[in-house]
């Protein structure tokens, strides 16, 4: 088949090397803003290069790859909805829950499929916890821990348009939860507060929360992120049940350093940055997309789905600032 890229960027570049590997990609298309970049990709992938979005469309594409700026996002989406090409989107479907909501709305009854970007979901150690969460062999949950710590923090530019941590690094943790526990989150509590990065603070953002999340069964889930973990990049999720309990990331890699006497574990390069540590989750979900495209698997992430982690970082969002319990009907409904 034949994918066009929209944004060639750090991940927009990363996402051109695994498509031109996959046996199921017979030729790229690719476009950006920066001309530079388009040609870097297109010379050291073989792409074509096409100078605008609609170029890409009008250029017989199967599919296409949205790894652009978030301000671009809906309309790229809505581009190829009408265009009738699936798309596949980098998380969030827009900026604000209010832009996503409209997308949602500009889809909902058209067959054409969207796919957002939630790597963790072709993750091997996420979908064996799925699986034993679905099995029943955990027995009832009670609690879940989830955890997301960047070895160093995002430049300034960066965290003055992210939106916060919330809706920016946590929601990976806010959508694995669901996706693993099949249940949804009706109440948080988030707390945060900065010891680093002066500009984090002046952004008027948190660089290390955390949040307790009530899901609509009772079990309680632990969110805990930062934007500080010198020892490297730190991916993990326990699940407890009557029954058993399990871990995902607790590896070879993880970077973190028992202090036990004779304990060599972990005894790996801890993981420094997400791409190594979800190398094969990024090839496995970008293969799912060829597979949508195909038209042998719905969409294995939707834009309601996406939404859905989307409401739950407006309601940490807001409880950090309110210093209150925050459910997620309310932030819903406002």
């Not at 590997?21 to 870097?40: G, N, W």
């Not at 979005?53 to 996002?73: R, Y």
């Not at 526990?181 to 002066?198: F, I, K, L, P, Q």
């Not at 309601?315 to 309110?322: G, K, Q």
Request: with cysteine.
């Amino acid at each position: 088949m034949r994918i066009g890229i929209l944004g060639l960027g750090r991940i927009g570049a990363f996402h051109a090397e695994t498509l031109s590997r996959l046996d199921a990609v017979e030729s790229l298309v690719v476009s950006d803003p920066f001309a530079d970049a388009a040609k870097a990709a297109a010379e050291r992938f073989g792409a074509e290069v096409a100078d605008s979005p609609e170029a890409v469309l009008a250029a017989g594409v199967d599919g296409v790859v949205v790894a652009a700026a978030t301000d671009a996002h809906p309309g790229l989406i809505l581009a190829c909805v009408e265009a009738g090409v699936p798309v596949f989107c980098e998380k969030p479907v827009a900026r604000t829950m209010a832009e996503g909501v409209a997308v949602l709305e500009a889809v909902e009854g058209r067959d054409v499929p969207i796919q957002i970007g939630y790597n963790r979901r072709f993750d091997a150690g996420f979908v064996a916890a799925r699986a034993a969460v679905r099995s029943g062999e955990l027995g009832t949950l009670h609690t879940v821990r989830s955890t997301t710590l960047d070895p160093a923090p995002p430049p300034a530019a960066y965290i003055a348009t992210s939106g916060g941590i919330f809706r920016d690094c946590s929601v990976h943790d806010f959508d694995i939860i669901r996706w693993v526990t099949g249940r949804e989150v009706s109440e948080v509590y988030a707390v945060g507060g900065n010891r680093g990065a002066d500009y984090i603070r002046e952004a008027g953002d948190a660089d290390t929360t955390g949040a307790v999340l009530t899901l609509d069964d009772g079990t309680i889930a632990v969110v805990s992120n930062s934007r500080h973990n010198a020892r490297g990049y730190d991916v993990r999720m326990e699940i407890h049940g009557f029954t058993d309990s399990i871990a995902v990331g607790l590896e070879d890699k993880l970077p973190l350093r028992s202090v036990e006497q004779g304990v060599a574990f972990p005894a790996g390069v801890p993981h420094d940055f997400f791409m190594d540590r979800f190398a094969t989750a990024y090839r496995a979900e970008l293969t799912a997309f060829t597979e949508v495209v195909a038209g042998t698997r719905p969409s294995p992430c939707t834009v309601a789905d996406a939404l859905e982690a989307g409401w739950i970082a407006e309601a940490c969002t807001l409880s950090l600032h309110e210093h209150r319990p925050v459910t997620v009907e309310e932030v819903r409904r406002a």
